[in-house]
């Protein structure tokens, strides 16, 4: 296999791309209006509000914003002691102060400036301010030489700094109040494997703090919330570990306070003299299913160190993910498929053992119905008392909510009002719904977990217009999968409707089914959108995960097909109209359902898709992770590399059979190399009946679509026009 680097093999990649290009212009010639009018649609739902909003770190208030004409954003902060009436969550000003006639904002980094260094690209991974509010230090990536490249500017200045200025760095933390950073870097392969510690301001060579030399070994690194100390991880597919460096002193050596067999998430924080560790390692040997949270005193002389549960576990109430604050942890809690929030006042009781955590009087913080999924804000802020968290429900967008932990006050800070003047034709009896903030600042949170009835509209919920039901399908051993269905109230017709199917299916991962303004445009049509959550995703334990992954794969495939079936057989989709959609390893699952049972679906988009799973595996072109052989499998064990085989969508297409119409869209700027698209699409078009009405089609790109919206509107509009088209034909 030709290098990547290789300018030959690149020049006749340009070609290829060309003539695919020009193929499925030609295929979607017809659609060239409703591409247009898609496009025109989903840009005109846009947020305006382009900003996000401040977010209160120390004494200042931090945020990014567009200016008018850039494509890029500025990141800016303003003391949060000066005005603080003037600023908006909606529309952060320019920063300038019409009482004083100052200007009030600092401009940290201008990314359209930071696009003319990087080849036009502003794609940045991590972006940390240091605890004094001196520096921030962030990694951009750079195109040609594909490594994110580390880089530490003074926000005082606006410089800068001449060094740490290194390539190839997956994470960093600060330490020594800011005078030191640490940070990690990867090897030729992209394993992390290097920690650096860089004196801030000093012209001293940075100090090499720990190089792990084994292969399989990858390293990681982060701050605890209170800056207090350092977390080493290190982790293979034998063991984890995690090493502790004081903050004060970060190359005073490390110690190790935790190891445990095989991979383990393992998340350490520090308060008030004590270690919290969330891990899911096995307990006794044996493996659990959930994470559970320990603690050990930071002082403790025990070799090794003793560490004791915290909570008595509850099949109940399955915690999911933490947050810590000076005075409250939040828990992000699972009860069958359904996420809660709740809080409890800190310090916990010591010295008792394990609790119930319902024995702490939990407060739990209100929530919307139908929510998916709870994602944690920055939370820099260790001693603030406010938290923020992202709610997402596939009928209701995004909501960036504040919940001041001290009084019981919650806000929804931001969240795109899709029910303007704008689209009130659209949904009938909407006037506008604007609210305002007065309202939204005096609510207060009790023990439910939902808002009152007359509260449910300051969610901008969107259930009067759209439905979302859920559904259990048997497997075919029998296994309830999750089933997610959304439709419009006023469109929906039994047996009558077109469907699309999500699914994705690995690495523990929650399928994403929040509201996106695209699928509006489907709903809208009166399409049934679906979301399948199989074995080998998330939402459902680490069983859940194992379950499909590795030589179980096959369930995740079995899974999804019986819910594509139940949507048929139920007559919610029409059986000539049903769609799938995959990302990545869920365009896997998609194409291995493909194989597996052709007839099952007339249409299928697939983005960026894992679709040879053997030669990846055998030859990686591309780096591959332990967690990537732990998901898919080993093909140097003979059993992994049979099940690998039977599920793999290039080693498995039929021959002379018709296939469903499929839009493939990939870009060089994604873990699974284009390659991979071009020989299954190859393969296909060789094997398979062709047809006309249902063609074989590879949309490919170089630019990095998520960095961009209009690219994102432009790839969306034609993915829509080609699900239409196919139905329509």
């Not at 916990?348 to 139908?370: C, R, S, T």
């Not at 170089?702 to 790839?715: A, F, H």
Request: hydrophobic share 35%; net charge negative; proline share 5%.
């Amino acid at each position: 296999m030709s290098k990547l680097n290789d300018k030959v093999v690149m020049r006749h990649m340009d070609m290829y791309m060309e003539q695919e290009d020009n193929y499925t212009q030609a295929v979607m010639s017809g659609t060239d209006r409703l591409q247009s009018k898609l496009q025109s649609e989903m840009a005109s739902r846009l947020s305006f509000a382009l900003s996000t909003p401040p977010l209160k770190f120390g004494p200042w208030l931090y945020y990014r914003r567009v200016e008018e004409g850039k494509q890029f954003p500025v990141l800016c902060r303003r003391l949060a002691s000066l005005h603080d009436e003037f600023i908006s969550h909606d529309l952060p000003s320019a920063g300038f102060d019409f009482t004083s006639g100052k200007r009030i904002e600092q401009k940290l980094i201008d990314y359209n400036l930071e696009a003319q260094r990087f080849g036009g690209y502003a794609y940045e991974e991590l972006s940390e301010v240091s605890p004094d509010h001196r520096c921030i230090a962030y990694t951009m990536y750079d195109k040609d030489k594909d490594l994110f490249r580390l880089s530490v500017r003074n926000l005082n200045s606006g410089a800068l700094c001449s060094k740490p200025q290194e390539e190839r760095v997956s994470n960093l933390a600060w330490a020594k109040d800011g005078q030191a950073l640490l940070y990690c870097v990867t090897d030729q392969n992209k394993r992390p494997y290097r920690i650096y510690c860089s004196m801030i301001g000093s012209t001293d060579d940075d100090v090499l703090v720990f190089e792990e030399s084994d292969n399989d070994v990858f390293v990681n690194i982060r701050h605890t919330k209170d800056f207090r100390f350092v977390t080493v991880n290190t982790f293979s597919i034998e063991s984890s570990k995690v090493f502790l460096i004081n903050a004060a002193d970060p190359l005073s050596g490390m110690d190790l306070v935790w190891q445990c067999e095989g991979i383990a998430h393992c998340i350490i924080e520090h308060h008030q003299g004590c270690l919290f560790l969330f891990t899911d390692a096995a307990k006794g040997g044996q493996s659990v299913d959930n994470h559970y949270l320990l603690r050990s005193p930071v002082d403790s002389l025990s070799s090794p160190r003793i560490w004791e549960d915290v909570f008595v576990s509850d099949p109940d109430w399955v915690v999911e993910d933490m947050d810590f604050s000076h005075t409250h942890l939040v828990l992000n809690i699972r009860e069958g498929r359904n996420f809660r929030l709740c809080s409890v006042a800190l310090p916990l009781p010591a010295g008792k053992g394990p609790v119930h955590l319902k024995e702490l009087h939990p407060q739990f913080l209100p929530l919307p119905k139908y929510v998916s999924q709870i994602s944690p804000g920055p939370n820099y802020d260790y001693h603030s008392s406010n938290m923020r968290f992202t709610i997402s429900s596939p009928v209701m967008p995004d909501s960036v909510v504040d919940y001041d932990l001290s009084n019981g006050n919650w806000k929804i800070i931001q969240q795109q009002n899709i029910l303007h003047e704008k689209t009130k034709v659209l949904y009938g009896t909407a006037s506008s719904a604007s609210i305002s903030e007065n309202t939204l600042n005096t609510d207060v949170f009790n023990s439910a977990n939902e808002v009152s009835p007359d509260d449910q509209q300051l969610w901008n919920d969107l259930s009067e217009f759209y439905a979302s039901e859920q559904h259990n399908v048997s497997s075919d051993d029998g296994v309830l999968v999750p089933l997610t269905v959304v439709y419009s109230r006023k469109t929906k017709k039994e047996d009558q409707n077109p469907g699309l199917l999500h699914v994705h299916g690995a690495y523990g991962e929650l399928l994403d089914k929040r509201w996106r303004s695209e699928l509006k445009s489907l709903l809208d049509r009166g399409w049934i959108v679906a979301y399948a959550d199989v074995r080998g995703g998330g939402g459902g334990g680490k069983k859940w995960h194992y379950d499909g992954r590795c030589t179980k794969k096959i369930n995740s495939i079995k899974d999804f097909m019986s819910c594509a079936n139940f949507l048929v057989d139920k007559e919610i989709v029409n059986e000539k109209k049903l769609a799938a959609s995959g990302y990545s390893a869920g365009g896997l699952v998609v194409a291995s359902a493909i194989n597996q049972c052709p007839h099952l679906f007339t249409a299928a988009v697939l983005k960026v898709p894992f679709l040879d799973a053997t030669s990846t595996l055998l030859y990686p072109i591309i780096p591959l992770r332990a967690a990537d052989y732990e998901e898919f499998g080993y093909p140097g064990d003979i059993n992994d590399f049979h099940a690998i085989r039977d599920y793999s969508p290039y080693d498995n297409i039929q021959k002379d059979v018709l296939y469903p119409a499929v839009l493939i869209s990939s870009s060089f700027n994604t873990r699974f190399g284009v390659w991979e698209a071009a020989k299954w699409v190859a393969r296909v078009r060789e094997h398979t009946i062709y047809d006309p009405k249902r063609p074989i089609l590879l949309n490919l790109t170089t630019d990095i679509v998520e960095e961009n919206r209009y690219l994102q509107c432009k790839e969306s509009a034609l993915e829509t026009a080609f699900l239409i088209k196919a139905m329509e034909s």
